[in-house]
């Protein structure tokens, strides 16, 4: 069984020693899974613009390995800015999970910008933290420490981990 601390070294070690590239995929590879969760809040709430998530992570998939243009990126930011949600208008579990879709992919257009690797961290975050809610919403009673231990958790971190072990040829 990993610990969070375990997993937190083992991911800096990770995310320290990979490429660009594979930091990139990393960030593509969540933005992804939790970009259903923003989805199904759009259509229950009415509100926001899922086809801006779908764009935003196409340009950041297009943008892989080629010299991104800060304007665009910078366009981008401010379109998905106003279509995050905000906690104060809307406070259920579906909004949650769409505040971290969203701030996923903010997070990394950012590093795109500007490749400081705190925004994977970020990225990762936002993945266990929508696992965590969730756990949380089919259980209220589970304890912290049982969430932290729960296999759902782990395996995320696992998932996140082999996601990182990938090199450039």
Not at 127 to 154: Q, Y
Request: charged share 25%.
């Amino acid at each position: 069984m990993m610990t969070n601390s375990e997993f937190m070294t083992l991911f800096k070690s990770k995310v320290d020693s990979a490429s660009l590239d594979v930091l990139i995929d990393f960030g593509l590879d969540i933005c992804e899974r939790l970009q259903p969760e923003y989805t199904s809040f759009s259509k229950n709430h009415n509100w926001g613009d899922p086809n801006l998530l779908k764009e935003s992570i196409e340009f950041c998939r297009v943008g892989k390995g080629n010299m991104v243009n800060y304007s665009d990126i910078k366009s981008y930011l401010d379109k998905l800015d106003p279509n995050i949600p905000d906690m104060d208008d809307f406070g259920d579990f579906d909004s949650s999970y769409a505040l971290n879709a969203s701030c996923a992919v903010y997070e990394l257009l950012e590093y795109l910008s500007d490749k400081d690797k705190s925004h994977i961290f970020n990225i990762s975050t936002y993945m266990t933290d929508t696992i965590d809610f969730k756990l949380s919403e089919a259980d209220a009673n589970l304890t912290n420490e049982e969430l932290e231990n729960h296999p759902d958790i782990v395996n995320e971190w696992q998932y996140q981990l082999r996601c990182l072990d990938v090199q450039v040829k």
